[in-house]
């Protein structure tokens, strides 16, 4: 059954991309005018994130953000058979922020990044253009079918994934090696009372603890990241070194910093995040802890 799919989409992926786009552009009648998929829950979210714009301005971004989904839909279509300096073309950025690390002889390093589209293109290129092999943490999909060709996919150009499920013992044989281990920090925790709780886009917003926990009991140097669409198919990933010693920072503190570094880049390009999540389905009580200011 696995190839009865792969097949089928692999021949797909070896189209070009502007034939691609044309899947893409009927796939975004399809959801958006058609299906209408979360969209209760975009414009929920856009409400919360940009009370003071207009509904027509909001609107746009409802839009656009749909388009760059299904853009993004077909894009990690491609993927399958991208070649390596397909993927170096299409995902730039500057790396040296990695090699300045490498330099000082640092072992292991944390990415922190976020939903920003097309983040399945910046699994595939860190590994090609970093001094440092890449852990990727990811979340297993149900369908055991899917879920065999999003790991060959994200696997394809090195990187090492690890099952959020199982982390502790994926990690394990990497302990003493040298890596940079690369977390989606931007996700809804399990249970709004573990998680730290920051203001984010002025709302009590919960974050995992998982990410920042790590760095600061391992004392390993933070760096964010971003994704940002430059044109139709083309990408830039920007980094930030964030913490080079988190043991020395207070409890919460990098969550609050990436949550501040986070509504930047969208602020920046507010229709390339993942808005049909539900971001803001908590609302904040005493019992889940202090908000963290």
Known sequence: ?????????YLLSLLPL???????????????????????????????AFPNKTEKERQGIEKKFYKNFTDSFIETI?????????????????????????RKGVQKVQLHSGHNF?????????????PYPMLTVYMPITNSIFNRLFYKMRSKTGAKLLSATNIRSEILPHRHGKYVLALVADQNPGHPKSAYWVNFFERPTPFVKAPESGARRGNIPVVFCYFRK???GYYRIHFQ???EHPSTT??????????????DAIKQQPDNWLW????????WKEEYGKIIE
Do not use: C
């Open 1 to 9: 059954m696995y190839y009865l799919v792969y097949g089928p989409l």
């Open 18 to 48: 502007r034939v691609l786009y044309l899947l893409s552009d009927f796939a975004y009648v399809l959801v958006y005018h058609l299906v209408g998929y979360r969209k209760k829950v975009v414009r929920y979210n856009l409400s919360v």
């Open 78 to 102: 491609k993927a399958l058979s991208a070649s390596p300096q397909f993927i170096k073309e299409h995902f730039t950025g500057d790396f040296s922020v990695f090699d300045e690390l490498n």
């Open 118 to 130: 097309n983040w399945e293109y910046g699994n595939l290129s860190i590994p090609l253009q970093s």
């Open 230 to 232: 430059e044109k139709r």
């Open 241 to 243: 070194l964030a913490e």
């Open 250 to 263: 207070e409890v919460g503190e990098l969550t609050k910093k990436y949550a501040a570094f986070l509504q």
């Open 276 to 283: 049909s999540h539900r971001r803001w389905k908590w609302d």
